[in-house]
Nanobody
Framework: QEQLVESGGGLVQSGGSLRLSCVASGNIFEAYDMGWYRQAPGAQRELVVIIRSNNSTNYADSVKGRFTISRDNAKNTVNLEMNSMKPEDTAVYYC??????????WGKGTLVTVSS
């Protein structure tokens, strides 16, 4: 069973940058598709970006060109670099690990607030 711990959230001004990290337990991290999701107040959780086990990525249109995901399988870590941030990026950001034969796991989330 994977345990995911996010870090790096906080308060940033519009146009600023933040870096989120997610560290996973377990020993098959490289097999998981890893994703970042976010949930703004009063909204549904939405996909921000996913990086698959083969390192292919899919970004939400709203973050393309501003956010970059990366993974370090040796450190069981997935990072999200967020640049040119906007107030609408304000949300709780969740790390997700998905492997169909094992299951899906979620972190507890980290709050990101972008002030205008």
């Amino acid at each position: 069973q994977e345990q995911l711990v996010e870090s790096g959230g906080g308060l940033v001004q519009s146009g600023g940058s933040l870096r989120l990290s997610c560290v996973a337990s377990g020993n098959i991290f490289e097999a998981y598709d890893m994703g970042w999701y976010r949930q703004a107040p009063g909204a549904q959780r939405e996909l921000v970006v996913i990086i698959r086990s083969n390192n292919s990525t899919n970004y939400a249109d709203s973050v393309k060109g501003r956010f970059t995901i990366s993974r370090d399988n040796a450190k069981n870590t997935v990072n999200l670099e967020m640049n040119s941030m906007k107030p609408e990026d304000t949300a709780v950001y969740y790390c997700n690990a998905d492997l169909s034969v094992v299951g899906e796991y979620w972190g507890k989330g980290t709050l990101v607030t972008v002030s205008s």
